[in-house]
């Protein structure tokens, strides 16, 4: 159980184009989900949290009108890069959490190479 | 705020051996769960063992187990009989079991199993 799936794994885009990453939980109702980026050998940085039916929360020093992030559902929520840059070349990664379950299970993540 | 700390950056035992990853935090509250994540080479962040800071009795998976020491803020991951697919980056991390708080990662111990 408690598995979340991430599409796509990889994708190379042009500078100026956006790029959208879903992130779903395939066998629970995720009341929340996270989306972090790492840099190679660094941990992870939280970007912002998402509620399904609400607003994100995002984290100091992440641009929301960049980072587009939308929880519609209790199993879907996406991550959307607007007018990528190559410095948005990262790996992007999401979780997924229960209701009452203080547990994220994380995705496989998305590496983005922004041309 | 809560701080994770893993005072190890890399680590190498001999296959079939037995390995103890440490961390410590810090916090003021009394209420949390802490966790060991595992993040191979392909990247998947995967949950390794988790333990409720209520609970005495360790947390064991298999073939991990953790001592924890609530009074000593300690929380160190034992892997034995290791096994080459255990080589990975392993991450100590901290939530608060009150709602909607973030997890907070270390550093990362970088173990690597040597045939």
């Known amino acids: 159980g408690a598995v979340v799936s991430q599409h796509p794994s990889w994708v190379i885009c042009k500078s100026g184009t956006s790029v959208k990453i879903e992130c779903r939980s395939l066998?629970?109702?995720?009341?929340?989900m996270f989306w972090y980026r790492q840099f190679p050998k660094q941990s992870l940085m939280l970007m912002a949290t998402?509620?399904?039916?609400?607003?994100?929360?995002?984290e100091q020093g992440v641009e929301k009108d960049k980072f587009l992030i939308n929880h519609a559902s209790l199993t879907l929520s996406t991550l959307t890069v607007t007018s990528a840059h190559p410095e948005d070349s990262s790996f992007y990664i999401c979780?997924?959490?229960?209701?009452?379950?203080?547990?994220?299970?994380f995705g496989p993540g998305t590496r983005l190479l922004v041309l | 705020a809560q701080t994770v700390t893993q005072s190890q950056p890399e680590m190498s035992v001999q296959e079939a051996e037995t390995v103890t990853l440490s961390c410590t935090y810090d916090?003021?509250?009394?209420?949390?769960?802490l966790f060991w994540y595992k993040q191979p080479p392909s990247r998947q962040m995967i949950l390794v063992i988790r333990?409720?800071?209520?609970?005495?009795q360790n947390a064991t998976e298999n073939r991990f187990s953790v001592n924890f020491q609530k009074a000593a803020k300690s929380f160190s991951l034992k892997i034995s009989d290791s096994q080459l697919g255990d080589t990975a980056m392993y991450f100590c991390?901290?939530?608060?079991?009150?709602?909607?708080?973030?997890?907070?990662f270390g550093t990362g111990t970088r173990l690597t199993i040597i045939p």
């Open positions: 979780s997924a959490q229960g209701s009452g379950v203080q547990t994220q299970y």
């Open positions: 066998d629970f109702q995720a009341t929340t």
């Open positions: 998402s509620n399904e039916g609400s607003k994100a929360t995002y």
């Open positions: 916090t003021s509250e009394n209420n949390y769960y």
């Open positions: 333990q409720e800071a209520y609970k005495q």
């Open positions: 991390a901290f939530i608060s079991n009150f709602g909607n708080e973030k997890l907070t």
